[in-house]
Protein backbone atom coordinates (compact mmCIF):
# COMPACT_ATOMS: atom_id res chain seq x y z
CA UNK A 1 0.00 0.00 0.00
CA UNK A 2 1.09 3.69 -0.86
CA UNK A 3 1.87 5.71 2.39
CA UNK A 4 1.05 9.14 1.35
CA UNK A 5 4.20 11.49 1.98
CA UNK A 6 1.74 13.89 3.20
CA UNK A 7 1.52 11.90 6.49
CA UNK A 8 5.31 12.15 7.35
CA UNK A 9 4.82 14.34 10.37
CA UNK A 10 7.11 13.17 12.91
CA UNK A 11 5.82 12.69 16.19
CA UNK A 12 7.95 13.51 18.97
CA UNK A 13 6.04 12.99 22.11
CA UNK A 14 6.09 10.01 24.24
CA UNK A 15 9.07 8.84 26.39
CA UNK A 16 10.78 6.22 24.08
CA UNK A 17 14.44 4.33 24.63
CA UNK A 18 16.05 1.89 22.34
CA UNK A 19 13.00 0.04 21.15
CA UNK A 20 11.23 -0.26 24.29
CA UNK A 21 8.41 1.61 25.57
CA UNK A 22 8.83 4.00 29.09
CA UNK A 23 6.44 2.70 31.78
CA UNK A 24 2.81 4.01 31.77
CA UNK A 25 2.70 6.71 33.17
CA UNK A 26 3.47 9.48 30.21
CA UNK A 27 6.09 11.87 32.23
CA UNK A 28 6.87 12.64 35.33
CA UNK A 29 3.90 13.41 38.40
CA UNK A 30 3.79 15.14 41.11
CA UNK A 31 1.73 13.58 44.00
CA UNK A 32 0.87 15.43 47.10
CA UNK A 33 0.86 14.16 50.75
CA UNK A 34 0.07 17.29 53.22
CA UNK A 35 3.17 19.78 52.88
CA UNK A 36 5.09 17.20 51.04
CA UNK A 37 5.34 16.69 46.90
CA UNK A 38 6.65 13.78 45.33
CA UNK A 39 7.96 13.33 42.20
CA UNK A 40 7.70 9.87 40.53
CA UNK A 41 9.40 10.10 36.88
CA UNK A 42 9.04 7.66 34.21
CA UNK A 43 11.04 4.53 33.92
CA UNK A 44 13.54 4.86 30.94
CA UNK A 45 14.88 1.58 28.96
CA UNK A 46 18.12 0.86 27.15
CA UNK A 47 19.09 -1.56 25.01
CA UNK A 48 22.67 -2.20 24.61
CA UNK A 49 24.66 -4.43 22.33
CA UNK A 50 27.98 -5.42 23.98
CA UNK A 51 30.91 -7.13 21.55
CA UNK A 52 34.84 -7.28 21.22
CA UNK A 53 37.30 -6.70 19.49
CA UNK A 54 36.68 -9.14 16.58
CA UNK A 55 32.51 -8.07 16.78
CA UNK A 56 30.96 -10.75 18.30
CA UNK A 57 28.74 -10.53 21.47
CA UNK A 58 30.17 -10.25 24.94
CA UNK A 59 27.28 -12.39 27.19
CA UNK A 60 26.41 -12.49 30.92
CA UNK A 61 27.93 -9.19 32.13
CA UNK A 62 26.88 -8.72 35.71
CA UNK A 63 24.72 -5.57 36.36
CA UNK A 64 27.99 -3.76 38.24
CA UNK A 65 29.62 -3.79 34.91
CA UNK A 66 27.78 -0.66 33.62
CA UNK A 67 27.73 2.97 34.26
CA UNK A 68 24.94 5.03 32.98
CA UNK A 69 24.60 8.56 33.12
CA UNK A 70 22.08 11.35 31.86
CA UNK A 71 23.22 14.62 31.34
CA UNK A 72 26.44 14.00 32.82
CA UNK A 73 24.69 12.94 35.87
CA UNK A 74 25.16 9.39 37.12
CA UNK A 75 22.12 7.07 37.08
CA UNK A 76 21.04 4.25 39.50
CA UNK A 77 20.21 1.11 37.10
CA UNK A 78 16.90 -0.21 38.86
CA UNK A 79 15.94 -2.88 36.00
CA UNK A 80 18.72 -5.17 34.50
CA UNK A 81 18.23 -8.54 32.16
CA UNK A 82 21.66 -9.61 30.58
CA UNK A 83 19.73 -11.40 27.58
CA UNK A 84 16.41 -9.62 26.30
CA UNK A 85 13.99 -11.90 25.30
CA UNK A 86 11.02 -9.74 24.38
CA UNK A 87 9.80 -9.81 21.39
CA UNK A 88 10.59 -8.02 18.63
CA UNK A 89 9.00 -5.82 15.91
CA UNK A 90 11.41 -5.02 12.43
CA UNK A 91 10.62 -2.89 9.23
CA UNK A 92 12.63 -4.61 6.54
CA UNK A 93 13.01 -2.06 4.03
CA UNK A 94 15.05 -2.45 0.81
CA UNK A 95 16.17 0.04 -1.87
CA UNK A 96 14.41 -0.80 -5.06
CA UNK A 97 15.77 1.94 -6.90
CA UNK A 98 17.38 1.97 -10.21
CA UNK A 99 21.19 2.09 -8.74
CA UNK A 100 20.60 -1.23 -7.46
CA UNK A 101 17.90 -3.00 -10.09
CA UNK A 102 21.25 -5.51 -11.17
CA UNK A 103 21.23 -6.67 -7.88
CA UNK A 104 17.58 -6.62 -6.97
CA UNK A 105 17.07 -10.62 -7.72
CA UNK A 106 20.52 -11.41 -5.44
CA UNK A 107 18.81 -8.78 -2.75
CA UNK A 108 15.22 -9.97 -2.41
CA UNK A 109 16.02 -14.14 -2.07
CA UNK A 110 18.69 -12.41 0.60
CA UNK A 111 15.84 -10.82 2.38
CA UNK A 112 13.57 -13.78 1.98
CA UNK A 113 16.57 -15.99 3.84
CA UNK A 114 16.83 -13.31 6.59
CA UNK A 115 12.66 -13.43 6.87
CA UNK A 116 12.56 -16.86 7.72
CA UNK A 117 16.06 -16.80 9.96
CA UNK A 118 14.33 -13.78 12.08
CA UNK A 119 10.92 -14.01 12.68
CA UNK A 120 10.26 -15.93 15.95
CA UNK A 121 7.49 -17.13 17.68
CA UNK A 122 5.97 -14.14 18.88
CA UNK A 123 7.82 -11.40 16.84
CA UNK A 124 6.72 -9.50 13.53
CA UNK A 125 7.71 -8.09 10.74
CA UNK A 126 6.75 -5.41 8.07
CA UNK A 127 8.61 -5.54 4.23
CA UNK A 128 8.78 -1.86 3.14
CA UNK A 129 10.60 -0.75 -0.52
CA UNK A 130 11.79 2.27 -1.34
CA UNK A 131 12.27 4.17 -4.70
CA UNK A 132 11.32 7.92 -5.76
CA UNK A 133 8.23 6.25 -2.98
CA UNK A 134 8.38 4.56 -0.31
CA UNK A 135 5.63 1.33 -0.34
CA UNK A 136 4.63 -1.33 2.42
CA UNK A 137 4.08 -4.18 0.90
CA UNK A 138 3.22 -6.14 4.17
CA UNK A 139 1.73 -5.16 7.07
CA UNK A 140 3.60 -5.87 10.02
CA UNK A 141 2.92 -10.03 10.55
CA UNK A 142 4.66 -13.62 11.61
CA UNK A 143 3.74 -15.25 8.56
CA UNK A 144 7.16 -15.99 7.23
CA UNK A 145 5.78 -17.54 3.72
CA UNK A 146 3.25 -14.53 2.98
CA UNK A 147 6.22 -12.12 4.02
CA UNK A 148 9.08 -13.94 2.13
CA UNK A 149 6.17 -13.75 -1.03
CA UNK A 150 5.96 -9.98 -0.26
CA UNK A 151 9.83 -9.96 -0.64
CA UNK A 152 10.32 -11.67 -4.30
CA UNK A 153 7.82 -8.81 -5.52
CA UNK A 154 9.83 -5.92 -5.07
CA UNK A 155 10.17 -4.19 -8.39
CA UNK A 156 12.43 -1.85 -9.86
CA UNK A 157 11.91 1.66 -9.67
CA UNK A 158 13.47 5.01 -9.96
CA UNK A 159 15.32 7.65 -7.44
CA UNK A 160 16.28 7.27 -3.58
CA UNK A 161 13.80 8.41 -0.50
CA UNK A 162 16.08 7.01 1.67
CA UNK A 163 14.88 9.31 4.73
CA UNK A 164 11.36 8.97 3.82
CA UNK A 165 11.90 5.31 4.51
CA UNK A 166 13.33 5.92 7.78
CA UNK A 167 10.82 8.34 8.81
CA UNK A 168 7.80 6.33 7.41
CA UNK A 169 9.13 2.88 9.00
CA UNK A 170 9.97 4.99 12.11
CA UNK A 171 6.62 5.98 12.43
CA UNK A 172 5.04 2.45 11.78
CA UNK A 173 6.92 0.94 14.41
CA UNK A 174 6.04 4.28 16.58
CA UNK A 175 2.51 2.54 16.56
CA UNK A 176 3.35 -0.91 17.50
CA UNK A 177 2.73 -1.92 21.06
CA UNK A 178 4.51 -0.56 23.70
CA UNK A 179 6.15 -3.58 25.59
CA UNK A 180 8.19 -4.69 22.44
CA UNK A 181 11.55 -4.22 20.85
CA UNK A 182 11.61 -2.08 18.01
CA UNK A 183 14.43 -2.04 14.84
CA UNK A 184 14.55 -1.19 11.04
CA UNK A 185 17.11 -3.18 8.91
CA UNK A 186 17.51 -0.52 5.94
CA UNK A 187 19.00 -1.62 3.01
CA UNK A 188 20.37 1.02 0.46
CA UNK A 189 23.60 2.13 -1.77
CA UNK A 190 22.50 5.50 0.51
CA UNK A 191 22.26 7.63 -2.76
CA UNK A 192 19.38 9.41 -1.43
CA UNK A 193 18.17 11.47 -4.39
CA UNK A 194 13.94 12.11 -3.76
CA UNK A 195 12.99 12.29 -0.22
CA UNK A 196 10.70 15.09 0.91
CA UNK A 197 11.80 14.57 4.61
CA UNK A 198 15.29 16.21 5.52
CA UNK A 199 18.15 14.75 7.35
CA UNK A 200 16.63 16.27 11.05
CA UNK A 201 13.07 15.00 10.02
CA UNK A 202 14.53 11.05 9.54
CA UNK A 203 16.88 11.28 12.63
CA UNK A 204 14.31 13.08 15.22
CA UNK A 205 11.64 10.35 13.85
CA UNK A 206 14.63 7.27 14.60
CA UNK A 207 15.11 8.70 17.98
CA UNK A 208 10.95 9.35 18.76
CA UNK A 209 10.27 5.91 17.89
CA UNK A 210 12.47 4.21 19.98
CA UNK A 211 14.18 2.27 16.90
CA UNK A 212 17.41 0.52 16.58
CA UNK A 213 18.54 1.32 12.94
CA UNK A 214 20.86 -1.21 10.87
CA UNK A 215 21.88 -0.14 8.16
CA UNK A 216 23.57 -2.27 5.15
CA UNK A 217 24.79 0.06 2.52
CA UNK A 218 25.65 -1.84 -0.94
CA UNK A 219 28.20 0.45 -2.48
CA UNK A 220 27.79 0.79 -6.34
CA UNK A 221 31.15 2.03 -6.75
CA UNK A 222 34.20 1.92 -4.29
CA UNK A 223 35.90 5.02 -5.03
CA UNK A 224 33.95 8.26 -3.12
CA UNK A 225 34.80 10.34 -6.06
CA UNK A 226 32.54 7.83 -8.04
CA UNK A 227 29.48 7.99 -5.85
CA UNK A 228 27.41 9.98 -3.86
CA UNK A 229 28.85 9.91 -0.11
CA UNK A 230 26.37 12.18 1.65
CA UNK A 231 23.78 9.69 1.99
CA UNK A 232 26.22 7.05 3.73
CA UNK A 233 27.64 10.10 6.10
CA UNK A 234 24.06 10.68 7.53
CA UNK A 235 23.00 7.61 7.66
CA UNK A 236 26.23 6.94 9.67
CA UNK A 237 24.59 9.90 12.04
CA UNK A 238 21.53 8.89 12.04
CA UNK A 239 22.10 4.80 12.89
CA UNK A 240 25.24 5.62 15.61
CA UNK A 241 22.49 8.18 17.66
CA UNK A 242 19.71 4.90 17.70
CA UNK A 243 22.20 1.86 19.15
CA UNK A 244 22.11 0.09 15.85
CA UNK A 245 24.84 -0.40 13.34
CA UNK A 246 26.13 0.43 10.22
CA UNK A 247 27.80 -1.98 7.80
CA UNK A 248 29.42 -0.91 4.41
CA UNK A 249 29.45 -4.03 1.86
CA UNK A 250 31.27 -3.65 -1.26
CA UNK A 251 30.29 -7.19 -2.55
CA UNK A 252 26.68 -7.94 -2.39
CA UNK A 253 27.70 -11.49 -1.78
CA UNK A 254 28.47 -10.27 1.86
CA UNK A 255 24.82 -9.65 2.05
CA UNK A 256 23.68 -12.97 3.96
CA UNK A 257 26.68 -12.66 6.22
CA UNK A 258 25.45 -9.08 7.28
CA UNK A 259 22.03 -10.37 7.64
CA UNK A 260 23.46 -13.22 10.23
CA UNK A 261 25.00 -10.87 12.15
CA UNK A 262 22.19 -8.45 13.05
CA UNK A 263 19.99 -11.45 13.63
CA UNK A 264 22.66 -12.36 16.28
CA UNK A 265 22.98 -8.99 17.82
CA UNK A 266 19.58 -8.73 18.19
CA UNK A 267 19.33 -11.81 20.21
CA UNK A 268 22.15 -11.31 22.52
CA UNK A 269 20.65 -7.54 23.79
CA UNK A 270 21.47 -6.47 27.00
CA UNK A 271 18.39 -4.37 28.53
CA UNK A 272 18.88 -1.76 31.30
CA UNK A 273 16.07 0.44 32.97
CA UNK A 274 16.35 3.76 35.46
CA UNK A 275 14.48 6.42 36.81
CA UNK A 276 15.80 9.87 35.89
CA UNK A 277 17.52 11.88 38.46
CA UNK A 278 16.76 15.33 38.67
CA UNK A 279 13.48 14.50 36.98
CA UNK A 280 14.14 15.97 33.32
CA UNK A 281 11.76 18.61 32.21
CA UNK A 282 8.64 17.50 29.94
CA UNK A 283 9.42 17.86 25.39
CA UNK A 284 12.98 17.83 26.04
CA UNK A 285 15.64 15.65 24.29
CA UNK A 286 17.85 13.82 26.81
CA UNK A 287 21.28 12.85 26.32
CA UNK A 288 22.37 9.69 27.69
CA UNK A 289 25.88 7.85 28.19
CA UNK A 290 26.90 4.10 29.05
CA UNK A 291 30.13 2.53 29.65
CA UNK A 292 30.87 -0.80 30.36
CA UNK A 293 33.91 -2.61 31.98
CA UNK A 294 36.35 -4.82 30.24
CA UNK A 295 37.73 -2.88 27.34
CA UNK A 296 34.43 -3.89 25.28
CA UNK A 297 32.42 -1.60 22.90
CA UNK A 298 28.93 -0.75 23.25
CA UNK A 299 26.26 0.61 21.53
CA UNK A 300 22.91 2.07 23.23
CA UNK A 301 20.61 4.47 22.04
CA UNK A 302 22.35 7.89 23.02
CA UNK A 303 19.14 10.59 22.89
CA UNK A 304 15.36 10.56 23.94
CA UNK A 305 12.62 12.83 24.05
CA UNK A 306 10.31 12.96 27.41
CA UNK A 307 7.06 13.17 27.57
CA UNK A 308 5.23 16.92 26.51
CA UNK A 309 3.11 16.78 29.66
CA UNK A 310 3.21 16.45 32.51
CA UNK A 311 0.27 15.27 34.91
Known sequence: MKRSLA???????????????????PGARQQARGSEIRVQTDLVSI???????????????PREAFQLSEEGVSQKIERFEAETNRPLDLALMVDSSMST???????????????RQVVRPGDTLGLFEFSDSV????????????????ARHIAPGTGTSMYDAIVLGSNALKHRPSDRRRAIVLVTDAGETTSV???????????ASGTLLYSI????????????????????????GTGGALYILDELSQLDQMFDRIDRELRTQYLLGYYPHPVPP?????????????????????????????N
Open 217 to 240: VIRPVKSESGRNTAGEHALITITD
Open 197 to 207: SKFEDARRAAI
Open 282 to 310: PASLRRVHLEVNGGYAVRYRKEYFTSGNL
Open 7 to 25: ALSVLLSGTILGGVRLAAA
Open 101 to 115: VKDLKFETEAAAHFI
Open 135 to 150: TQLSDFSDNVPRLQAA
Open 47 to 61: LASVTDASGRPVLDL
